[in-house]
Structures are given as structure tokens and as C-alpha cells.
Nanobody
Framework: QVQLVESGGGSVQPGGSLRLSCAASGITFSTYTIAWYRQVPGKERELVAEINSFCIQTTLAPSVAGRFTVTRDNTKYTVDLQMSSLRPEDTAVYYC?????????WGQGTRVTVSS
């Protein structure tokens, strides 16, 4: 059974930093592309960052490029999202996501609040 568990969310002031982590199980982790999405009420989920299976390629949304980085550890089955220079508009629930030929898999989400 595929399971994705996010951690690391919380409240931070504008300009601060947070590090989110996604722990995966039930998959051959190193062969999966893993993505981070975020969602605010009333809006669709948007892609924030993505890292492919062997860290050859990462993708960042233009709104977070230069502030966020995504990394993975294939020995620990984790993907981290380092968020810096946070802005109020980064406030959202952040989700870990992956997919394969059998389905789409989401974590339960972790909330990030950026406010003074």
C-alpha cells in the first residue's frame, strides 16, 4: 500500500523559512517522481515543485523559484521542500504526490501559515 506522510508545517513570519518532508512507503521509491502541491480554500491545487527519480531534474513553479528547493534522499525514502523567504501568499496546505500505472497517491497534507 502506497503511503505518503508529510511533516514540517507550521506558522512562520514573512521572510522566514520552513522545511517540509515527505516520507514514502509501499513503493520502489528511487524510481518514482515525487511532487509537492499546495492548495488554498476555493482554489485548485497547484504544483509547487517536482523531483524526478534520480534527481536528474527538478521543477519549480515560477512563484517559488529562487526561494524553494526540492531534494530527495533515496536511502531514507524522503523528499524535502526547503522554503525560504516565505510570503503570506505561500500560506496553504502542502501535499506530497506521486503516481504510477495503478493510481494517483496523495499525502494528508501539512499546513503552512505565513503571517505577521
Amino acid at each position: 500500500q502506497v503511503q505518503l506522510v508529510e511533516s514540517g508545517g507550521g506558522s512562520v513570519q514573512p521572510g522566514g523559512s520552513l522545511r517540509l518532508s515527505c516520507a514514502a512507503s509501499g513503493i520502489t521509491f528511487s524510481t518514482y517522481t515525487i511532487a509537492w502541491y499546495r492548495q488554498v480554500p476555493g482554489k485548485e491545487r497547484e504544483l509547487v515543485a517536482e523531483i524526478n527519480s534520480f534527481c536528474i531534474q527538478t521543477t519549480l513553479a515560477p512563484s517559488v523559484a529562487g526561494r524553494f528547493t526540492v531534494t530527495r534522499d533515496n536511502t531514507k525514502y524522503t523528499v524535502d521542500l526547503q522554503m525560504s523567504s516565505l510570503r503570506p501568499e505561500d500560506t496553504a496546505v502542502y501535499y506530497c504526490y506521486t503516481r504510477d500505472g495503478y493510481g494517483h497517491y496523495w499525502g494528508q497534507g501539512t499546513r503552512v501559515t505565513v503571517s505577521s
